[in-house]
């Protein structure tokens, strides 16, 4: 991604009301749509900073826990409360695990948040459209961070990926947090990047196959499906992300990115809003 700089002050109006060459009917369309996301995103923001649980980070200290005293890292429970990563990601966390939680809850606060503003930053520099994704991102993004989760952080390197050389890395990072991401290496495979896409899955292998042998598998616990296209109809997953991939296939090479994120993004067994940020 490669944004023009366009400032705020040219971008926010035309972003919240439409170019005044619109019809009518598009600049009330947009005003509405824009009034929306400023109204949920407040209510977002106002939860978060109400509650800040930081759930999912004492989900990523226990497992650094376990791992200092030599207990298994994988623990099977319930859905939201057990670890699901690359053992990768739980050995880092090890140092931390020795701190006081709120000095941890701090310092992760604030990488999250600040990889959320740069989130919106670069989005909202791209233009109007730009802002107004930068509008449905950060509240989102901001809730996410207040409970602990990576998704920013996961997130920031992934806006650019297709054009970098480390993309394989952060690809492979990503497949390894959330699995699915690993469909983004199809976008390599229509571009004929052979070399590129090899090294994204054996980075990913490199990163989670250490975890098949110390209990990834069994830590699944108890699954809810319920929020997924899954849970809805396994035909209707099978297909739309059959479909999804396939279109990377077949859509022009600005779009294949876009293409393979959706197809990502449909493929997790548990969907929640924030994860279709990962489209952006």
Not at 22 to 28: K, L, T
Not at 81 to 103: C, E, G, I, K, Q
Not at 127 to 148: C, D, E, I, R
Not at 180 to 198: C, D, H, K, N, Q
Request: aromatic fraction near 10%; proline fraction near 8%; hydrophobic fraction near 55%.
């Amino acid at each position: 991604m490669h944004p023009s700089r366009v400032t705020l002050a040219e971008a926010l109006p035309a972003a919240l009301f439409g170019p005044r060459s619109a019809p009518p009917w598009i600049r009330f369309a947009r005003i509405l749509i824009s009034a929306l996301l400023i109204g949920i995103g407040a209510d977002q923001v106002v939860s978060a900073i109400r509650e800040w649980p930081l759930h999912d980070m004492d989900v990523y200290l226990a497992a650094a826990g376990r791992i200092r005293n030599g207990e298994p890292l994988y623990v099977a429970g319930a859905a939201y409360s057990t670890y699901w990563y690359a053992p990768w990601f739980a050995v880092l966390w090890v140092p931390l695990s020795y701190l006081p939680r709120v000095a941890v809850a701090i310092g992760w606060s604030a990488v999250l948040l600040v990889a959320t503003a740069v989130i919106c930053v670069r989005l909202g520099r791209i233009g109007p459209s730009g802002l107004l994704l930068a509008l449905l991102v950060g509240p989102t993004l901001f809730a996410v961070s207040a409970g602990g989760n990576v998704q920013a952080l996961m997130l920031l390197p992934l806006l650019s990926w297709p054009s970098q050389r480390s993309g394989p890395l952060w690809v492979a990072m990503a497949a390894s947090l959330k699995l699915t991401p690993i469909l983004l290496v199809l976008v390599y495979v229509r571009g004929r990047e052979w070399w590129s896409a090899l090294l994204t899955v054996a980075l990913t292998a490199v990163l989670v196959v250490p975890g098949l042998f110390v209990g990834l598998l069994g830590s699944q616990g108890t699954l809810d499906w319920g929020t997924s296209i899954l849970g809805l109809s396994p035909l209707l997953y099978v297909v739309s992300v059959g479909l999804a991939a396939a279109s990377v296939f077949v859509l022009p090479a600005p779009i294949r990115p876009l293409a393979a994120a959706t197809s990502a993004v449909l493929a997790l067994p548990r969907l929640f809003l924030y994860d279709s940020l990962c489209c952006a």
